[in-house]
């Protein structure tokens, strides 16, 4: 089945930097797009970047020129390298992939950003 497992959350201060990893299984991860969003508290879940299987990126207007997504498909695992972090990046960021129609989510790893 297909699994996604989100790792390196942590706290940071401002203008910090952390690199997300999230592991995938189950699926042949080099043809599939992969996603992240993230969800801050008494928000809805938005997409902050997403990297097609050729590898071409997406990212929402508010983490230009800050985040990066890349992925390992030797790894079957996708990054996101945050800098420049500010206190409303805070949130729960997940990873996301659809698989066959139906879109799976990983648990999800805590970004507090914070002094």
């Known amino acids: 089945q297909v699994q996604l497992v989100e790792s390196g959350g942590g706290l940071v201060q401002p203008g910090g930097s952390l690199r997300l990893s999230c592991a995938a299984s189950?699926?042949?991860?080099?043809?599939?797009?992969m996603s992240w969003y993230r969800q801050a508290p008494g928000k809805e879940r938005d997409m902050v970047a997403a990297?097609?299987?050729?590898?071409?990126?997406n990212y929402a207007d508010s983490v230009k020129g800050r985040f990066t997504i890349s992925r390992d498909n030797a790894k079957n695992t996708v990054y996101l390298q945050m800098n420049s972090l500010k206190p409303e990046d805070t949130a729960v960021y997940y990873c996301?992939?659809?698989?066959?129609?139906?879109?799976?989510w990983g648990k999800g790893t805590l970004v507090t950003v914070s002094s």
């Open positions: 996301t992939v659809r698989v066959r129609g139906v879109r799976y």
């Open positions: 189950g699926f042949t991860f080099s043809t599939y797009a």
């Open positions: 990297i097609s299987n050729g590898g071409s990126t």
